[in-house]
């Protein structure tokens, strides 16, 4: 960068060149004020904190001489002891003022110490002359001769130590004045710096916006202009900046660089709006199909719940009357025949149920509610104690409340307790826990049993609808159930899977979003305990 050439300068170097030198400026004023203000403030200190404080304890000490004098006279007229009171506080009061008065002392105050010492001196004398002899007089030949000792005194020792408290006192004014004058053109200083510092700002931010104006504003406008020809259409246009800073020259160039660059891909762009327009007619037709698909899935599940079930109770409720009527009439094989059919028509009705429940998850809502997770296992168990028997254990940690759907949870649980249950290991009491503990922003429950387990190979295979690990004859059941519990706990903001490391039984994993402002459950219980309490 040149130096001297003030035209090749950027905005930034300009405007730093410009806050550099008025930096200096404004940096020279306030050392200056800085200078001032101290001074300024022990001109003040010095008139509050010291000559103030030195006026007033001279006239308390003047007036403990008065005292002094006017207790000594009471006790030469009376002889009461009392009477003298006056002049012993005085005394003590004079000692006070004059130590307050040396501790504000500077150095440079001769004046006042040297009046000061006079006071004591002349002080002294008046109590060496005066004041004792009269005070031993009282004592020693009475009031009498004391008053008669008074009478013969004058006072010109009392008019001197007066007259001494004056000097002192006109010395400490001569300070307190001076001080206020200093403090008093210090503060006109202040004032003129101020001043100073105000007119070199305006000036200062009057030449920015001119400068801004002159090599931003107008600059910018033009290129402006040439932008929006552009933008019009006009993509051949040169777009150039001649007036202004070299940085505005170098956007000027960068703008037309980006011009050229945007008419040399105009083309590339027609091509792929083209595209675009495809893909979303594209989109279109797919979501169109998707509709038409929900629509037909909406119809299949009427045709399943309402049209199929018809017949299939027919073919049921015939092959189960042919079974009655016929049992025995035929041979063997032909009963068998009528057995096979039977079973077959219900082993159809259960799946078609089950099908419908597994789509008609969250598909007919009735809306979240905060759902209690106890209330929902007390009846869950309740519903199970037919098939659980009585020697089987289902037992649960404090659950919390959660959001969803009462109707879907207790279903989830139905499900999960009722695998449980049937596939118990023979001879052995089933047991059932349900457990939970907070992840976040998730509640991860589990249910876990001792019966005969999962292998670990079939983990995600469970979770598929109608897969099954076993034979129908082995287990009852068309295989839907954890396929609905997936698909409940999902619709719920959940996720299941399947714990592969436990030494025996089947532990299934699943979580529940934490409903906002809900207490652990161990604290929800104690409390609901010590209120029953």
Not at 172 to 183: E, F, K, N
Not at 261 to 283: C, D, G, K, M
Not at 454 to 477: N, P, T
Not at 524 to 533: F, S
Request: proline share 3%.
């Amino acid at each position: 960068m040149n130096l001297f050439n003030v035209r090749s300068w950027t905005l930034r170097q300009r405007i730093i060149a410009l806050c550099v030198a008025v930096g200096v400026v404004l940096g020279g004023l306030g050392i200056f004020a800085a200078a001032t203000a101290a001074a300024n403030n022990r001109q003040v200190d010095d008139v509050l904190n010291r000559a103030s404080p030195m006026r007033a304890a001279g006239e308390t000490l003047n007036t403990a001489l008065v005292d002094q004098e006017t207790g000594v006279r009471g006790y030469a007229i009376t002889g009461d002891m009392r009477n003298l009171q006056p002049y012993e506080t005085g005394l003590a009061d004079q000692q006070r003022q004059v130590a307050r008065i040396e501790t504000l002392l500077n150095p440079e105050d001769d004046d006042i110490r040297n009046a000061l010492a006079m006071v004591k001196a002349r002080a002294d004398t008046w109590r060496t002359d005066v004041a004792d002899p009269i005070i031993k007089t009282a004592r020693e030949q009475g009031p009498e001769a004391a008053q008669a000792l008074v009478d013969a005194s004058d006072t010109s020792d009392f008019d001197a130590v007066r007259t001494a408290v004056a000097e002192m006192q006109s010395h400490i004014q001569v300070l307190r004045t001076a001080s206020a004058d200093a403090a008093r053109d210090s503060s006109r200083t202040m004032v003129a710096i101020e001043v100073a510092a105000a007119v070199i700002i305006v000036l200062t931010g009057a030449f920015l916006l001119f400068l801004l104006d002159r090599v931003v504003t107008k600059p910018i406008t033009e290129l402006a202009e040439q932008v929006r020809q552009v933008a019009a259409g006009d993509y051949d246009r040169h777009i150039e900046s001649k007036r202004g800073s070299s940085d505005l020259v170098l956007l000027a160039a960068d703008v037309d660089r980006m011009r050229q660059q945007i008419a040399s891909e105009l083309s590339e762009v027609r091509e792929a709006r083209t595209h675009v327009e495809w893909v979303n007619q594209q989109l279109k037709s797919q979501t169109e199909e998707l509709t038409r698909s929900n629509r037909d899935l909406e119809q299949f599940a009427y045709v399943a719940s309402h049209d199929l079930q018809e017949p299939l109770r027919k073919v049921a409720s015939f092959c189960q009357l042919l079974q009655r009527r016929y049992a025995g009439q035929m041979d063997e094989r032909a009963d068998q025949y009528i057995a096979f059919a039977v079973d077959g028509a219900q082993r159809m009705q259960r799946l078609i149920n089950d099908l419908l429940a597994f789509s008609r998850i969250g598909r007919l809502t009735s809306g979240f509610a905060e759902v209690d997770l106890n209330k929902v296992l007390t009846e869950v168990k309740s519903q199970l104690e037919a098939r659980a028997g009585e020697d089987a254990e289902i037992t649960w940690d404090p659950l919390p409340t959660v959001e969803g759907e009462e109707p879907l949870l207790t279903t989830l649980f139905v499900n999960l307790l009722g695998n449980s249950l049937k596939f118990r290991r023979p001879d052995v009491p089933p047991a059932i826990h349900v457990s939970v503990e907070r992840d976040g922003e998730e509640w991860q429950l589990n249910v876990r049993d001792n019966g005969i387990g999962i292998e670990a190979e079939f983990a995600d295979k469970v979770f598929v609808i109608f897969q099954r690990l076993h034979s129908r004859d082995a287990y009852e059941g068309t295989g839907i159930g954890l396929a609905i519990v997936k698909k409940i706990v999902e619709y719920h903001g959940g996720r299941v899977w399947l714990d592969v490391e436990v030494p025996e039984g089947a532990s299934i994993h699943f979580t529940l979003p934490v409903l906002p402002g809900t207490e652990d459950p161990q604290t929800q219980a104690d409390t609901r305990e010590a209120v029953g309490a």
